[in-house]
């Protein structure tokens, strides 16, 4: 990589890594009540990060994997969250130049659309193999799972600006 690309890319997978295990340990958090329902998928969210910020470093293999061990943590059918990941990715690699284009308030709009479509396919998945959510306030997540974007974005671009 470039020298300039470095700034807009902060790339280093030991960087990747440790937000991802952050994001991994704050999903496997005890959460209850409110807190449970508001809660943002941090390891979706990291990862539609990461794949765009860094898309070299963050492919349809990687989400898939993930997802497989967001699947193996919440106890669920295996591939229910990792189908749920791969779209996600799918969809802003798909929109990267258009997410980039936008500003912060747009991009997280685009987010909020790509994480309840995740969410409402990780649904059907559970419906499909017999295990259907037990309350319908699972949505608010995407809410603040946008919120979480627009807060790593704005931190990212303060951070890596030039």
């Known amino acids: 990589m470039s020298g300039s690309n470095r700034n807009d890319t902060p790339s280093s ?3 990747v890594l440790a937000s991802l295990l952050v994001a991994l340990v704050l999903r496997t958090l005890p959460w209850s009540g409110w807190g449970l329902w508001l809660r943002p998928d941090f390891l979706l969210v990291a990862v539609l990060f990461w794949t765009h910020r860094a898309p070299a470093r963050m492919g349809l ?5 993930l997802g497989l061990v967001t699947d193996f943590q919440q106890g669920i059918v295996l591939g229910q969250y990792a189908l749920a990941y791969v779209l996600g990715v799918y969809l802003v690699q798909l929109w990267h130049r258009r997410l980039a284009a ?4 747009q991009q997280s709009l685009h987010i909020f659309a790509i994480l309840l479509l995740v969410q409402m396919v990780a649904l059907a ?6 295990r259907p959510p037990t309350d319908g ?3 608010l997540s995407t809410i603040s799972g946008a919120l979480l974007w627009y807060g790593l974005m704005l931190g990212s671009r303060l951070r890596f600006a030039a």
Do not use: E, R
């Not at 293999?61 to 994997?65: F, I, K, N, Q």
């Not at 936008?102 to 308030?105: G, I, K, Q, V």
């Open 137 to 139: 306030m699972s949505f």
């Open 125 to 130: 998945a559970g419906w499909i193999s017999g």
């Open 61 to 65: 293999g990687l989400a898939w994997l």
């Open 102 to 105: 936008f500003n912060l308030p």
């Open 13 to 15: 997978w030991g960087i």
